[in-house]
């Protein structure tokens, strides 16, 4: 939707970029990291070499421990399920140790609560991915919190906008003309994937 | 300036010509400077007042907590048309006003898109095509040689959710509403 470097103008106590948007390739162009990559960075899951064989077994079993733990009823396909989802962006602040999910969406917005429908689907998704980080967090002692913060825009332009800017403060973007400038070319990139799909109409 | 003026329908009538000159003003012409001078005078008069109320009307509009006076001018012609598309936007129901009227929904931004004359003119119409739901019906398009099919897809599906049994051969614009 708009691209992120690879840490964030905002600095931290020890002048130091407060964010960093490790999966982030180029201004243009980001990974989608894994739960495995997530939790390593993190520091919460230890990448074995290839064919030690044991990664999955071990992740396999923290999220059975975590689904047991919450009694959320699982089978064998829901764990494969939930190792396998990606969320579009990361954003991580190694100091305070938070980990924050960044989703990306372009909804309909034929009604009303559009982006209220959406972000909650967004937010159900991943809901459990973050509570099985910060369970892992509180079970290891390591101080890491997980939270999300979703983009959502309508295929007709829609943007809360308030609720767009802060979300951007949030995320270390203080100068307003850079958030007004995002958000405008996050409206007009939504036009202009209407308009290439109209063209082919 | 007032007596001639009210000179001008009197000669108007008896049929003769008057032709105005523009004069270059403090550049040594004899009248002209006559006229500075008689406006030097009167100028000091007290009978004079400035003041007087000019017959052109005075609009008034507030923006953002601060109230604007001016006469007609193109500011104040977008002003009207803003008010008047903004009151007209009301008396309508459909989910395109609906759409419109959203409040907190960067619809200054699509404004700023379709009056940007650097987008392509048809890039600003399509925009416009998908925030109605106006698309090209089937039987246009095959009007027009892009589709072999004669049967709209969008139009049986409307008359078969309303439950009309003979959909009509013509169309009656090249506008199609996709009703949801």
């Known amino acids: 939707m708009f691209s992120i470097r690879k840490s964030s103008i905002e600095l931290n106590e020890a002048s130091e970029p407060r964010w960093h948007f490790s ?64 969320p579009d962006g990361l954003a991580f602040d190694k100091k305070k140790k938070l980990c924050i999910f960044l989703e990306y969406t372009r909804a309909m917005d034929t009604n009303e609560d559009w982006a209220e429908k959406k972000e909650q689907e967004k937010n159900d998704k991943y809901s459990s991915h ?11 002692k390591s101080g890491w919190k997980a939270s999300q913060t979703n983009f959502t825009t309508g295929v007709r332009g829609s943007l809360h906008t308030n609720q767009f800017l802060t979300r951007l403060e949030s995320l270390g973007v203080k100068n307003k003309n850079t958030q007004e400038a995002l958000r405008n070319r996050t409206v007009q990139k939504t036009f202009s994937i209407a308009d290439m799909i109209l063209k082919f109409f | 300036m007032r007596d001639i003026i009210q000179l001008l329908p009197e000669r108007i009538e008896q049929g003769l010509l008057t032709i105005f000159i523009k004069i270059k003003a403090h550049n040594g012409d004899p009248p002209n400077e006559l006229a500075d001078r008689w406006a030097d005078k009167g100028r000091q008069s007290e009978n004079i007042r400035w003041s007087l109320p000019t017959n052109r009307p005075i609009f008034f509009w507030t923006d953002k907590g601060t109230t604007h006076r001016s006469h007609m001018n193109p500011t104040v012609k977008k002003r009207i048309d803003l008010q008047v598309s903004r009151q007209q936007l009301k008396t309508h129901k459909g989910s395109t006003a609906n759409f419109l009227t959203r409040e907190d929904n960067s619809r200054d931004l699509l404004g700023n898109f379709h009056k940007h004359r650097s987008e392509w003119i048809r890039a600003r119409r399509r925009v416009l095509q998908c925030l109605s739901y106006q698309f090209s019906c089937a039987l246009q398009l095959k009007q027009w040689g892009i ?25 009656e614009s090249v506008g199609h509403i996709q009703r949801h």
């Open chain 2, 147 to 171: 589709l072999i099919e004669v049967k709209c897809r969008l139009c049986a599906k409307y008359y078969t959710e309303k439950n009309i049994r003979e959909p009509p051969d013509s169309v």
């Open chain 1, 23 to 86: 999966s982030a390739l180029s201004p243009e162009a980001y990974a989608e990291w894994g739960l495995y990559k997530i939790l390593k960075y993190m520091g919460l899951h230890e990448i074995l070499p290839p064919g030690a064989g044991q990664n999955r077994a071990k992740l396999r079993k923290d999220i059975e421990e975590y689904l047991v733990a919450y009694a959320i009823d699982f089978d064998e396909t829901d764990i494969g399920t939930f190792i396998a989802r990606r």
């Open chain 1, 130 to 140: 973050l509570g099985f980080i910060n369970h892992l967090s509180n079970r290891d």
